[in-house]
């Protein structure tokens, strides 16, 4: 059993910021890869940022900019530091854990971050 326990998300004007942040605890795999997808009205899910337990990341390319990705394998915890955020930032923001011999994905429960303008 794998628990993703999402945290951080809030009301922002444009241009502000926020840090999301994932807890994982359970029978976890030391080789992961941790991440974080958003799903926005009338959008599908789709992958914001996410990094190996290695350290290696990938970011959608009009995030690349504003958003960092950063993890705490001894913790299990994957951070998301959101800057510049914009109203189309707007999304439930979900947790995702990918591990084990067949790949398997566990989601958080997920956290909403409103940008107004």
């Known amino acids: 059993q794998v628990q993703l326990v999402e945290s951080g998300g809030g009301l922002v004007q444009a241009g502000g910021s926020l840090r999301l942040s994932c807890a994982a605890s359970g029978s976890i795999f030391s080789i992961n890869v941790m991440g974080w997808y958003r799903q926005a009205p009338g959008k599908q899910r789709e992958l914001v940022a996410r990094?190996?337990?290695?350290?290696?990341?990938v970011y959608k390319i009009s995030v690349k900019d504003r958003f960092t990705i950063s993890r705490d394998n001894a913790k299990n915890t994957v951070y998301l530091q959101m800057n510049s955020l914009k109203p189309e930032d707007t999304a439930v923001y979900y947790c995702?854990?990918?591990?084990?011999?067949?790949?398997?994905?566990?989601w958080g429960k997920g956290t909403l971050v409103t940008v107004s303008s």
């Open positions: 995702n854990l990918n591990s084990g011999p067949s790949g398997m994905d566990y």
């Open positions: 990094m190996a337990s290695g350290g290696s990341a």
